[in-house]
T-cell receptor
């Protein structure tokens, strides 16, 4: 089992460009979570998805950010018209069961470090 | 407001020594508490998960304690090794139905183990 995969590991964008971050969950996991980590800060929840459905997007900014988890392929976190404040590490996690379970174990990927120039 | 506070912010110890990291939380209603280890440039890796009824749980040289009454947890590392150098993150899960489980992350304690 290769674990949660994220790519690219590092992404540099200029202000106004689009950033696409990809996450392939662990084999057999159908639940994906995206988190953002600013320097010297804790991880902050952004969005929780199941295959083809957004379950909870309460932590995701309503503008410029979107996420999807299609039936086939990886989950994508898309940031349009990036600004310097979007510079952060973005982590994806996956779990085999839904988040409502009391011991829902989330396995994290290595993260994508986005730098906006 | 649900919060998780960790102390100290950073810690330097010599190889072979023990250390204890602290976590205080105000999350309610409480479901479970987790400790993660995050190496530099990597994603967090789970060390322990404890529910309300568990007071202590060990994973090798890592021992976590939980006092649900005082809403405090500690992570004790025994006989530290250079590879223990990492950030240790306390994460508390609020008990809500559905949704993302409402994991609230602390900012972490950055541990450096020196030879």
């Amino acid at each position: 089992n290769a674990g949660v995969m994220q790519n690219p590991r590092h992404l540099v964008r200029r202000r106004g460009q689009e950033a696409r971050l990809r996450c392939s969950p662990m084999k057999g996991h159908s639940h994906v979570y995206w988190y953002r980590q600013l320097p010297e800060e804790g991880l902050k929840f952004m969005v929780y998805l199941q295959k083809e459905n957004i379950i909870d997007e309460s932590g995701m900014p309503k503008e410029r950010f979107s996420a999807e988890f299609p039936k086939e392929g990886p989950s994508i976190l898309r940031i349009q018209q990036v600004v310097r404040g979007d510079s952060a590490a973005y982590f994806c996690a996956s779990s085999p069961r839904g988040a409502g379970g009391p011991l829902n174990e989330q396995f994290f990927g290595p993260g994508t470090r986005l730098t906006v120039l | 407001k649900n919060q998780v506070e960790q102390s100290p912010q950073s810690l330097i110890i010599l190889e072979g020594k023990n250390c204890t990291l602290q976590c205080n939380y105000t999350v309610s209603p409480f479901s479970n508490l987790r400790w993660y280890k995050q190496d530099t440039g990597r994603g967090p890796v789970s060390l322990t998960i404890m529910t309300f009824s568990e007071n202590t749980k060990s994973n090798g040289r890592y021992t976590a304690t939980l006092d649900a009454d005082t809403k405090q947890s500690s992570l004790h590392i025994t006989a530290s090794q250079l590879s223990d150098s990492a950030s240790y993150i306390c994460v508390v899960s609020a008990r809500y139905g559905g949704s993302q489980g409402n994991l609230i992350f602390g900012k972490g304690t950055k541990l450096s183990v020196k030879p």
